[in-house]
């Protein structure tokens, strides 16, 4: 496997990105892998290079490439709970900043650079998306119906809002499946969140899979924070493994 640095022209600039990409000459059904908002960082490199032994090429955008070249932020204390805080003042804007529209042109840049590479696969793609990187899948796919066949959001937050514009609001344009390992207890995708989410793809006939990993806290894929959670991380390497498998095979 090996993971390399590239860029990606936007209709806003330059989005640099981690490629991860199998042995062999492909081509290769493509994943793209939506960061949390800490950023590309080694962890998120592993988390491809998981995706990649299995016979994908794997796309790591940095999402707030507006702001510069990844690393945005001294990230070498992020396993200590009392800096978090600190971080989130620096990273809030950045979230904010990402709005429906600049979400629809950056992944249809990702999209674009994707289907002009020879050792991707023709044809749709796949997201699986972490934190706010989950919220964001949701609104690719959305946006993109007919080139993103699946989508997993694990421990996504303010998928459900009261914002006109709140990603549950535009489910009812997806075309492919979706799957959604929400955090016990997460005050950014309440129980009562959930199941308006839920009630909204039912609504749309979307084919989803909807389940909470109880005891796992926001943050719970990240091993490189104090939210990690071993047995629930595992469970979420199954869940994403089995869509994957189902809706963008290998072979």
């Known amino acids: 496997m090996q993971t390399t640095t590239v860029d990606i022209p936007t209709d806003d600039g330059v989005a640099d990105a981690s ?27 592993d988390m491809a290079e998981r995706i990649a032994a299995r016979g994908y090429l794997v796309l790591t955008p940095h999402l707030f490439y507006r702001a510069g070249r990844a690393p945005l932020f001294d990230l070498s204390r992020l396993g200590e709970p009392d800096q978090r805080g600190a971080l989130f003042e620096k990273i809030m804007p950045l979230i904010g900043a990402l709005t429906p529209e600049v979400i629809s042109r950056d992944t249809g840049a990702y999209l674009d650079f994707l289907a002009a590479r020879d050792d991707v696969r023709p044809g749709p793609v796949a997201i699986t998306g ?16 007919d080139r993103i066949a699946a989508v997993a959001s694990f421990h996504g937050g303010r998928i459900v809002t009261d914002a006109p514009d709140s990603p549950h609001l535009g489910v009812d344009s997806i075309t492919g499946e979706v799957y959604f390992g929400h955090a016990d207890q997460d005050q ?28 796992a806290h ?8 104090p939210m990690y959670h071993e047995q629930a991380t595992e469970r979420h390497w199954v869940a994403l493994f089995d869509l994957l498998d189902r809706t963008l095979p290998t072979t």
């Open 19 to 45: 490629l991860t990409r199998p042995e062999g000459n492909g081509p290769f059904p493509a994943v793209l892998l939506f960061m949390d908002a800490f950023g590309p960082r080694p962890r998120l490199v």
């Open 188 to 215: 950014s995708m309440t129980p009562e969140q959930i199941a308006t989410l839920e009630k909204a793809l039912d609504a749309a006939g979307v084919r989803y899979r909807s389940e909470v990993y109880e005891g």
């Open 130 to 145: 972490y934190c706010m990187g989950g919220t964001n899948a949701l609104r690719a796919i959305e946006a993109y119906p």
């Open 218 to 225: 926001h943050g719970f894929t990240m091993a490189d924070t």
